[in-house]
């Protein structure tokens, strides 16, 4: 099955700074790559995602980039904020049957930022 | 965007009970409903998929038995943790998936057993 791989587990930037996060992926089937934040006790939310047929995906300070021959994708964050503190986790659809394919999710990141 | 919804948001159970967690798509319909469970700190892990109409499908390690599944209607499925014990204490959250991969993700029910 699939398995994803994230790091850091934990990162602190000044505020203004940039963030990155960073993912690998071993089924090279998988073609869907979310990213999720997710502040304490509550639902994971989703924030960016990328397909396969993409290398990068830019939605104002938030960026993905997605590397499928090396099978790993990175979120960016820019001009970070103290309220983008949380835990952030990214996301591989598992390839398989049918048509609701199930999601593995990276060990998630800490981000801290710090005024 | 789609609406999932848990219930309860918390529960505290004596050990040895059984506990009922309810999820529910609000406004679409869904045949597939994905149930994890996240320990303090750690990461979403997938516990089962709830189908609609059948048995659900557990993971690995998942014992069917204890986290018993019933996906009774397009828009509900319940997990039950039968004979909890604290081991069990955890962050159970369902999603459920629209358009084939993305998925919305219900508020999450904290367990705490005693």
């Known amino acids: 099955g699939e398995n994803v791989e994230q790091h850091p587990s934990t990162l602190s930037v000044q505020e203004g700074d940039s963030a990155v996060i960073k993912c690998t992926y071993s089924?090279?089937?998988?073609?869907?790559f979310p990213w999720y934040k997710q502040e304490l006790g509550k639902r994971p939310q989703l924030i960016i995602d990328i397909r396969s047929n993409v290398g990068e995906k830019k939605d104002q300070r938030i960026a993905v980039t997605l590397n499928k021959t090396a099978k790993h994708f990175s979120l960016h964050i820019t001009e970070t904020q103290p309220e983008d503190s949380a835990v952030y986790f990214c996301a591989a659809i598992k390839a398989g049957s049918g048509s609701a394919r199930q999601l593995t999710f990276g060990s998630g990141t800490q981000l801290t930022v710090l005024p | 965007g789609a609406v999932v919804s848990q219930h309860p948001s918390w529960v505290i159970c004596k050990s040895g009970t059984s506990v009922k967690i309810e999820c529910r798509s609000l406004?679409?319909?869904?045949?597939?409903m994905f149930w994890y469970r996240q320990f303090p700190k750690q990461s979403l892990m997938l516990m089962a998929t709830?189908?609609?109409?059948?048995?659900?499908?557990?993971e690995q390690g998942v014992e069917k038995d204890k986290f018993l599944i019933n996906h009774a209607s397009l828009t509900l499925s319940t997990l039950t943790v039968t004979s909890a014990h604290p081991e069990d204490s955890s962050f159970y959250i369902c999603?459920?998936?629209?358009?084939?991969?993305?998925?919305?993700f219900g508020p999450g029910t904290r367990l705490t057993v005693l």
């Open positions: 709830s189908n609609e109409g059948s048995k659900a499908t557990y």
């Open positions: 406004d679409f319909q869904a045949t597939t």
């Open positions: 999603s459920a998936p629209v358009g084939g991969n993305e998925q919305f």
């Open positions: 089924d090279s089937a998988s073609n869907y």
